[in-house]
Nanobody, 123 residues
Framework: QVQLAESGGGSVQSGGSLRLSCAAS????????MGWYRQAPGKQRELVAT???????DYADFVKGRFTISRDNAKNTVSLQMNNLKVEDTAVYYC?????????????????WGQGAQVTVSS
């Protein structure tokens, strides 16, 4: 079993900063991709940023230059530093981790989602 625990988020005024963190735990063999998605009310979940085990990083155009994703492979964590936040960044942010773990004695690869963290930006 793999568990994800998100922390961070909250409320901030436009132009402010917040940081999200996500820690994976359990019978982990390796963590492949790690990323952040968000879902605003009435909208579909969308990709914010991802990072692979090889170090490749991708950002959605709407956060480039403002958000920074980072991962600590030793601690199985991924973080998202969000600067210069805008009202339109308001959403629930979810971490997503592609993990190879032990399940019943076998290697098992699957995606896991965090519980979500509310980010609210006011004008």
């Amino acid at each position: 079993q793999v568990q994800l625990a998100e922390s961070g988020g909250g409320s901030v005024q436009s132009g402010g900063s917040l940081r999200l963190s996500c820690a994976a735990s359990g019978s982990i063999i390796s963590i492949n991709a790690m990323g952040w998605y968000r879902q605003a009310p009435g909208k579909q979940r969308e990709l914010v940023a991802t990072t692979t085990s090889a170090g490749t990083i991708d950002y959605a155009d709407f956060v480039k230059g403002r958000f920074t994703i980072s991962r600590d492979n030793a601690k199985n964590t991924v973080s998202l530093q969000m600067n210069n936040l805008k009202v339109e960044d308001t959403a629930v942010y979810y971490c997503n981790v592609d993990v190879t773990s032990w399940r019943d004695g076998w290697r098992h690869t699957a995606d896991y989602w965090g519980q979500g963290a509310q980010v609210t930006v006011s004008s």
